[in-house]
């Protein structure tokens, strides 16, 4: 009954149902996001070092 009461507007002491479930859709997209970025990561320094090359740094802090 208390959830309902969130759910339909009558209570705001914590997240309806759609709330809770858009944070869990949102941790879960994090968590993808962040082991996407680590691969990547991980796969750029690999190439690096396999070409033996090191990526130039920022332009700005040359000008």
Do not use: C, H, N, Y
């Not at 996001?33 to 750029?44: F, N, P, Q, T, V």
């Amino acid at each position: 009954m208390t959830q309902a009461d969130r759910d339909s507007g009558r209570r705001s002491d914590a997240p309806s149902s759609a709330e809770r479930e858009e944070l869990r859709r949102l941790r879960r997209e994090v968590k993808r996001l962040r082991e996407e970025r680590e691969i990547l990561s991980k796969a750029a320094a690999w190439f690096a070092r396999e070409t033996d090359s090191v990526p130039p740094k920022s332009s700005s802090s040359s000008k």
